[in-house]
């Protein structure tokens, strides 16, 4: 771990380089928070262009849109940073875009989330047992012909699921470019910036909740167009966004790599709101609050930076991208 000394010497070498100002920091990060909404309604406001003929192709066009948005706050970002590299694994490094440890990278913090999901997995497991219950039952029994028959339902729904270009957005496109926008490129211009680590956790998530705030018109109409009840949900979502923001920062602070939150992000858009009771099944709220315990006692121990670096002493800098040692 860095400590607060470490951090400051690394702000005032920043400034003293030719480094990014707090100021410029949050403006660069407003700026990529607001652009990675507004290109979404670029193509029907400002270029004119007509509907798409299909969701899917809508979809497709708003994907697009997600990823030039990605790549100029890569630019910018890479533009603003005093790197004392622009070689291609320096800047790829920047946005912990690694080949090294991602066996580390991916279970460790998938673990860790998925403890906070307990209840919710329980509830799960015990919804498919009951249907595959259901399914024998109804299929004669116990049978080979019936557990053949259940698991090409399963694959036909996977099949199904995977062709679903909303299951793309959810599971591949949004945790992708947020994650890349929304942390790989903000949180090191606000620390160089000289934010200490524990500001940077909590700031860059509001970058993140506000722009979700073009869901309220969705939200309002699903509401029966009622304004309170349409805040309220809004208020909901913002919340959580800025709780997952915060963790998610904070897993890409002390890896160091880009597929700690990717993974985490994927997972927590895969299992929702978590569920921490269950009416008739007080299994469910016992695992809730086993994997709340778990998580706590192992967020630490489970996020240490050696872990996930071989070395963390060579250099002030998190991410080796300062200009000295």
Known sequence: MINNSEWKSLSQLKMDDGGV???????????????????????????????????????IRRF???????????????????????????????YGIRMDHIWQAVIFPLTLTALMYGGSLVLKSLLLMSALREHMNFGGGLSFDNI????????????????????????????LTEELVFRACMLPLLLCGGFQKSTVIFLCPIFFSLA???????????????????????????????VFGSYASFLFIQTGHFLA????????????????????????????????????????????????????????????YCSGN
């Open 21 to 59: 100002s707090k100021a410029v920091a949050v403006v660069a990060c407003a700026a990529m928070a607001l652009f990675y909404v507004a290109i979404l309604y670029v193509p029907t406001l400002i270029l004119r262009l007509p509907p798409p003929p299909s969701f899917k192709n809508f979809m």
């Open 64 to 94: 697009i849109c997600a990823a030039i948005s990605s790549v100029v706050s890569v630019v910018v970002s890479a533009l603003l940073l005093p790197m004392k590299s622009r070689e291609a694994s320096s800047l790829l490094g920047v």
């Open 148 to 175: 053949k028959s259940f698991s090409e339902e399963i694959v036909a729904c996977s099949r199904s699921i995977a062709s679903d270009v909303l299951v793309w957005r959810t599971y591949v496109v949004a945790p």
């Open 212 to 242: 979700h705030l073009n869901h309220l018109k969705d939200v309002y109409s699903k509401q029966n167009y009622n304004l309170t009840k349409a805040f309220l949900a809004i208020g909901l979502q913002l919340g959580y966004t800025v």
């Open 261 to 320: 939150p990717l993974v985490a992000h994927a997972f927590c858009n895969f299992m929702g709101l978590p569920v921490l009771v269950s009416r008739g099944k007080g299994i469910v709220s016992v695992a809730s609050v086993a994997g709340i315990v778990g998580f706590l006692w192992l967020l630490f121990p489970m996020t240490r930076p050696e872990l996930y670096n071989d070395r963390t002493d060579n250099c002030v800098c998190w991410q080796g």
